[in-house]
């Protein structure tokens, strides 16, 4: 089990969910309202070639219980997107916990629909699907992911930046994106920014 108090950002935090997602559904307290599997439109012409490289999380939405009582804590994070030799795209984050600097990396696969991307943890049962909605490429990303284990599900928004200052004109709109989504005021969290760990170069 992972430590409680391990301070996860962007997709790094999805692991951390993994655990928490196991205790809960042994509650049965998993299940959120929207619909794992509906469709989700993803920035029309998608350039993979354009958007790997270096993103700093800026904002996040969730409804998960773990998050609602953490986000308060939580700081920017970086992630670095590289394409790998056969296709897929590793999807490495970086983050504090704890005042230490700890790394996660997942291996994203493409699907048909570029701009959408899988991810299937074989240690913990789940499945992720991560669509790139909207994207600038040189500026900022709003991303959207869902997690489907067994019966259970849950959603996340994300604001990814490429330096870690964004104009405040595009937390507006993360935030109009992530209730469009259903979440609420009190779902969504905009990351302090951190030197620790995530310096700019
Ligand atoms: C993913 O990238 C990180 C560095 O960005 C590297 O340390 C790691 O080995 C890579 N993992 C795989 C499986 O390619």
Redesign the pocket.
Known sequence: MMAMGLLWMGLALLQTLQTQAQTGAQTGAQTEAQDSHQEIPVQPGFIEDRFVGTWYSVGLASTFPWFLKKKAEMLMCKT?L?P?ADG?V???ATFVSNNQCE?R?S?LRKTEQPGHYVYKSIKWGSEHNIFVVETNYEEYTLLYTTKTKGNSNFNMATLYSRTKDIRPELKERFIRFAENHGFTEDNIVILPKTDQCIDEN
Request: hydrophobic share 30%; aromatic share 0%; no cysteine.
């Open positions: 670095v590289t790998e897929t590793n999807l490495t790394t990396t291996l």
